[in-house]
């Protein structure tokens, strides 16, 4: 669920994972906890089941799997961001009875090397596949965790639809002479379905969807832009150029703005769910 920020604390281009960016994120991931509620109800996720949860953030959707599989099933969460599964840690600790059958992991979509040897039932990730750089890869490893009819359900920003926001980076970045492909990298259905099929995942079944968010001012659109994409938004760039860079965001953000000064972000998402081996 979280974004796969670095494990250092210096800058980089893809932002700076810190406690502070982990607690911000923590506090913006509610849309995300709804995606993952419904992912988890389409893949009909079930008792006694056990469960590998991809880039799992802070550990809401490994909590509410837990509560569904019981004591009987097994429920992995794993992301990059150390931050993130020290929140889940935490959070797990105060839920002592399912403390049994929950394990917490750092760890690279793009390197599964660490659950070699298992198999699950279900593989579940939650807003976070638009964030993995070779997705193939991280499908292929997926499928050694795999047994037949294994459910692998992934819930993403749809990459037929750029979000306007995303076009604001991508202008602003441009005029500053910086990259804008280190920001998300979404897929559409027919590219989704392709690498499910490469990697062995069949029998696609698709769920379309739109959301809104309502933020109180541009500066909240701002601050909301990178607490949730754990500081890659902006703040990967630094000093002068990065203060110029908000300048500019802002300026243009004031024009998708209300009369009143509110802005509304509209997304569209795409779940899907395949079965190994079908």
Not at 73 to 94: M, N, P, Q, T
Not at 148 to 169: E, K, M, N, S
Request: charged share 25%; glycine share 8%.
């Amino acid at each position: 669920m979280s974004v796969l920020a670095t494990q250092v604390e210096e800058p980089t281009k893809w932002g700076t994972a810190t406690e502070v960016t982990a607690d911000r994120y923590s506090r913006t991931n509610t849309m995300q906890r709804g995606y993952g509620h419904a992912l988890t109800e389409m893949m009909n996720i079930s008792k006694g089941q056990h469960v590998l949860v991809a880039a799992c953030g802070p550990g809401s959707d490994v909590l509410d799997i837990a509560q569904i599989v019981g004591p009987t099933g097994k429920v992995v969460g794993f992301d990059l961001d150390k931050y993130s599964i020290k929140r889940a840690r935490e959070a797990l600790e105060e839920h002592p009875e399912l403390k049994p059958y929950v394990e917490l992991h750092v760890a690279d979509v793009h390197d599964l090397s660490m659950f070699a040897g298992q198999k699950f039932d279900a593989i579940h990730c939650n807003m976070s596949y638009h964030w993995f750089s070779d997705k193939p890869l991280f499908l292929a490893q997926a499928a050694t965790l795999a047994k037949p009819g294994t459910a692998i359900g992934l819930a993403t920003q749809d990459g037929a639809f750029l979000l306007p926001i995303q076009d604001v980076r991508n202008d602003v970045l441009a005029e500053l002479g910086e990259p804008v492909d280190n920001f998300i990298w979404p897929s559409t259905l027919s590219e989704m379905q392709r690498d499910l099929s490469a990697a062995g995942f069949g029998d696609v079944k698709v769920s379309r969807g739109f959301g809104t968010r309502t933020l109180d001012s541009v500066e909240a659109l701002w601050n909301w832009c990178n607490d949730s994409t754990g500081n890659r938004f902006g703040y990967h760039l630094q000093g002068e150029k990065a203060e110029r860079m908000k300048e500019m965001v802002m300026e243009s953000f004031r024009g998708l703005a209300l009369e009143d000064g509110r802005a509304i972000l509209q997304f569209k998402h795409l779940s899907t769910v395949s079965y190994y081996g079908r």
